[in-house]
């Protein structure tokens, strides 16, 4: 089936604005995973989401990041009043969770730039 | 803290030659473990994984793992240009979150 998917594909913002990202996993996929990536660095762990629940929302840098996750598939990332500091690519990626198998696959993010 | 601790780089080796990349993990109970390849400007995407000890080849890639010593190795054979990314070193943590290294970045030159 078709991989994960992510819109919009670049997110131009100005300062203060609301943002919202999108996720559409892999099928049957249980596991959905929110990471940041800025320019040059590596993966930050936002949020983690086993079918619509969030047991763990560590990662969410600050109270204007939220995350849900609707139907077991689906998931918005929402940032409120946008800083120049959010801007990143947002990936977003899917798993099975059964055992020790739980590798990820990654859709192809989503480039937030915040004027 | 669960750590992943991997060579920043850039590593650079010659076109045909073996690249050798590395990862050394903090948590002694970890039971697989993965490796990504991102291009710059993509995302990760899965090109190995291994659960036991020893070798585990798939085409010109070899994964090496070594829980005795906390490490993980990625050889990639016959390194062509293409192959020139970041490699991505993950273990698997508790609640199925897993860490990930901050990347070795490999140049494959001609």
């Known amino acids: 089936g078709a991989g994960v998917s992510q819109s919009p594909s670049n997110k131009v913002t100005e300062k203060g604005k609301d943002v919202e990202l999108r996720c559409d996993p892999i099928?049957?996929?249980?596991?959905l995973y929110w990471y940041r990536q800025s320019l040059g660095q590596g993966l930050e762990f936002l949020i983690y989401?086993?079918?619509?629940?969030?047991?763990?929302k560590s990662g969410l840098p600050s109270d204007r990041f939220s995350a849900e996750r609707t139907g077991g598939s689906v998931s918005t990332l929402t940032i409120q009043r946008t800083q120049q500091e959010d801007s990143a690519v947002y990936l977003c990626?899917?798993?099975?969770?059964?055992?020790?198998?739980?590798?990820?696959?990654f859709g192809p993010g989503t480039r937030l730039t915040v004027t | 803290q669960k750590e992943v601790e991997q060579n920043s780089g850039p590593l650079s080796v010659p076109e045909g030659a073996i690249a050798s990349l590395n990862c050394t993990y903090s948590?002694?109970?970890?039971?697989?473990f993965f490796w990504y390849r991102q291009y710059s400007g993509k995302s990760p995407e899965l090109i190995m994984f291994?659960?036991?000890?020893g070798d585990k080849e798939d085409g010109r890639f070899t994964a090496q793992l070594n829980k005795a010593s906390q490490y993980v190795s990625l050889l990639i054979r016959d390194s062509q240009p293409s192959d020139s990314a970041t490699y991505l070193c993950?273990?698997?943590?508790?609640?199925?979150?897993?860490?990930f290294g901050r990347g070795t970045s490999l140049i494959v030159h001609p």
């Open positions: 948590d002694r109970g970890s039971q697989s």
């Open positions: 989401f086993q079918g619509n629940s969030a047991p763990d």
């Open positions: 990626a899917s798993s099975k969770t059964s055992g020790d198998s739980y590798e990820q696959y």
């Open positions: 993950a273990v698997p943590g508790g609640s199925y979150i897993p860490t």
């Open positions: 099928s049957g996929h249980t596991a």
């Open positions: 291994i659960y036991s000890n």
